[in-house]
Nanobody
């Protein structure tokens, strides 16, 4: 059984920063590709960032350059550092895991999901 719990969301002004965390529970954490997705009201869930067991990292064009994803296998946690936040970044951010994955941007690739953490960016 795998459980993912996100934290770190909140209300921030445009131009500010947040660091989201995703705590993993279960075994073989290092074998999982981990990803962040987000979903705004009335919109489909979209890819934000992913990292695989080789530490290759991928970012959506909308966040690349101001977002950094990292993982701490000892703490069984992944992070999403978001800088220069924009109102369009407002969404519920979800953590996802894919065993032996490569870091796909496709939602249906991932088997395990957290319940999400709300990020709201005011103008």
């Amino acid at each position: 059984q795998v459980q993912l719990v996100e934290s770190g969301g909140g209300l921030v002004q445009a131009g500010g920063s947040l660091r989201l965390s995703c705590r993993y529970s279960g075994r073989r954490f290092s074998n999982y590709a981990m990803a962040w997705f987000r979903q705004a009201p009335g919109k489909e869930r979209e890819f934000v960032a992913a990292t695989n067991w080789l530490s290759s990292t991928y970012y959506a064009d909308s966040v690349e350059g101001r977002t950094t994803m990292s993982r701490d296998n000892d703490k069984k946690t992944v992070f999403l550092q978001m800088n220069s936040l924009k109102p369009e970044d407002t969404a519920v951010y979800y953590c996802a895991a894919d065993e032996y994955g490569m870091g796909s941007p496709l939602t249906d690739t991932y088997d395990y999901w957290g319940q999400g953490t709300q990020v709201t960016v005011s103008s």
